[in-house]
């Protein structure tokens, strides 16, 4: 079973974003143990510079991150995987029971400190994607691994 920690900037405010967080992590519960934990979004614009909103949120972070466990940033230079590649990942870096915490920054990204803790950067898309979104792309793509990885038919 994989041990997984996703922290997120930001609260899912709108009904359909829970509600859909809450599917997928029943559908994950069969193969992985998976944490949510929100830091709360620093403001941005006006007096606030992206750089300030960045280090706030990254201090936030960076209390979060408990020792010894594989943190995957997700970071618009990151390498891109297929969901395949995806799978291999997991079963690699989380196949042994080791905690994997992936981590999704706010609307300035993630700061300097927190991308250099982490041991990997993996970009979802060259798009960019409301927190919200990311969230729930990155927890079906958690679910369709698994879903490889139990050999189970998925598309991909």
Do not use: C, N
């Not at 809450?22 to 709360?40: C, F, G, N, P």
């Amino acid at each position: 079973m994989f041990r997984i920690i996703l922290i997120g900037v930001g609260k899912l405010r709108e009904r359909h974003w829970q509600e859909a967080q809450a599917e997928y992590l029943k559908r994950l519960s069969t193969s992985a143990k998976i944490e949510v934990i929100e830091v709360e979004s620093e403001p941005l614009g006006e007096t606030v510079t992206p750089a300030q909103t960045m280090k706030a949120e990254g201090e936030k972070i960076l209390k979060r991150l408990p020792d010894g466990a594989r943190i995957v940033a997700l970071d618009k230079g990151g390498k891109m995987l297929d969901s395949g590649g995806l799978a291999t990942f997991l079963r690699q870096h989380g196949g042994s029971g080791e905690k994997l915490i992936f981590i999704i920054g706010g609307a300035a990204g993630l700061s300097a400190d927190v991308l250099g803790r982490a041991q990997h950067r993996l970009s979802m898309s060259a798009l960019t994607f409301t927190h919200e979104m990311a969230r729930i792309i990155l927890l079906e793509q958690l679910y369709r691994a698994g879903t490889i990885l139990a050999g189970k038919k998925y598309h991909y």
